[in-house]
């Protein structure tokens, strides 16, 4: 959800929007893999139930390795699942992103998990849908992540991503 509200302002605000990171970003028509269905936490009846869940949801879509599913992704992941409002999986498979991109003056780059559920194995894929509005557009991937790579992969994730934003 991320990447598509990034695009549409990048798209609306012309040459103050200097450069466009995509972290992850579906909503470029890309092919998918199949994955397992996430779990419903709504109607649980206790707390540890549903952080139970979280955890078990982020191990199917957000985090690769389970041993980075800690007390605080599980937290955030709760936080966030709560206070949504949109239900991503009806947004993210549209291709809406790729309909932000064309005319994208700024620099366009990628960040990708070598891992992302929502992406891998089709990783060249998106950089070539990426370089289809940008020739010259950096694609990273990131060994061992997954979909949550600044997460799960914060380090080497910053260190690119502030030599990206230079």
Not at 6 to 17: K, M, R, V
Not at 36 to 57: F, G, M, Q, V, Y
Request: aromatic share 6%.
């Amino acid at each position: 959800m991320g990447g598509l509200i990034a695009g549409y302002l990048a798209s609306q605000s012309g040459p103050l929007a200097e450069c466009l990171v995509l972290v992850g970003s579906s909503g470029t028509g890309g092919t998918r893999t199949p994955m397992a269905p996430l779990i419903s936490w709504r109607r649980l009846p206790t707390d540890a139930e549903k952080l139970a869940t979280h955890r078990k949801n982020l191990g199917i879509l957000m985090i690769h390795d389970p041993r980075n599913i800690d007390d605080l992704a599980v937290h955030m992941q709760s936080r966030n699942a709560e206070q949504s409002r949109v239900r991503g999986k009806h947004v993210s498979n549209t291709g809406a992103l790729s309909s932000c991109l064309p005319g994208y003056a700024g620099r366009l780059a990628g960040i990708w998990g070598e891992h992302d559920a929502t992406a891998a194995p089709y990783l060249d894929e998106r950089r070539d849908r990426l370089r289809q509005f940008q020739p010259a557009a950096s694609f990273d991937v990131i060994p061992g992540a997954g979909h949550w790579v600044q997460y799960e992969a914060h380090e080497p994730f910053n260190r690119r991503l502030r030599e990206l934003v230079k």
